[in-house]
T-cell receptor, first 115, second 113 residues
């Protein structure tokens, strides 16, 4: 179990640029989640996948945000035309779908700063 | 609309004593509750959970209590150790297995030697 891996750890970009983050979940986990955390707040749900299917998206996920999980393995989160309000920690988590509750395992996040 | 609230932003406890972290929720549909611990520059780490069919769950030094009528849960850590110093998040979800968690704002716990 190598844990959930996120890349990059930090990203500084100028307003209006596009950015893409990658998440590699724990290998046997079939559910993958994206959360966003701003200073002084808890993580907020953005979207989740079961295998390659994106099953739910939060209202927080504007049209500028898109997430994919091709082949049900790693996932990417792209933000187009970044705004200063997009500055946050983007967290990826994975879990194993079973008949009982399976806690989410989080990566260390990608910290995005939009200047 | 803050469905999960942690009203204490910070808590300071002496080493060896009991730490009690509190969490309130408003949505009666929540049926699964979790506590996560977060160190600086790391992601949240799962600590302990409880289903709504129980009122207590214990794992070593950590115990979570659930009071459904009051929509309140608490995390007890005893004895508290310096390594417990971290930010603790309470989280809740509506459907077992769906895992779309709603988090509180967090409580920063500091254990003093």
């Amino acid at each position: 179990d190598t844990g959930v891996s996120q890349d990059p750890r930090h990203k500084i970009t100028k307003r209006g640029q596009n950015v893409t983050f990658r998440c590699d979940p724990i290998s046997e986990h079939n559910r993958l989640y994206w959360y966003r955390q701003t200073l002084g707040q808890g993580p907020e749900f953005l979207t989740y996948f079961q295998n390659e299917a994106q099953l739910e998206k939060s209202r927080l996920l504007s049209d500028r945000f898109s997430a994919e999980r091709p082949k049900g393995s790693f996932s990417t989160l792209e933000i187009q035309r970044t705004e200063q309000g997009d500055s946050a920690m983007y967290l990826c988590a994975s879990s194993f779908l079973t008949g009982v509750n399976s806690p989410l395992h989080f990566g260390n996040g990608t910290r995005l700063t939009v200047t | 609309d803050q469905q999960v609230k942690q009203n204490s932003p910070s808590l300071s406890v002496q080493e060896g004593r009991i730490s009690i972290l509190n969490c309130d929720y408003t949505n009666s549909m929540f049926d699964y509750f979790l506590w996560y611990k977060k160190y600086p520059a790391e992601g949240p780490t799962f600590l302990i959970s409880i289903s709504s069919i129980k009122d207590k769950n214990e794992d070593g030094r950590f115990t979570v209590f659930l009071n459904k009528s009051a929509k309140h849960l608490s995390l007890h850590i005893v004895p508290s150790q310096p390594g417990d110093s971290a930010v603790y998040f309470c989280a809740a979800s509506k459907h077992q297995g769906a895992q779309k968690l709603v988090f509180g704002q967090g409580t920063r716990l500091t254990i003093n030697p």
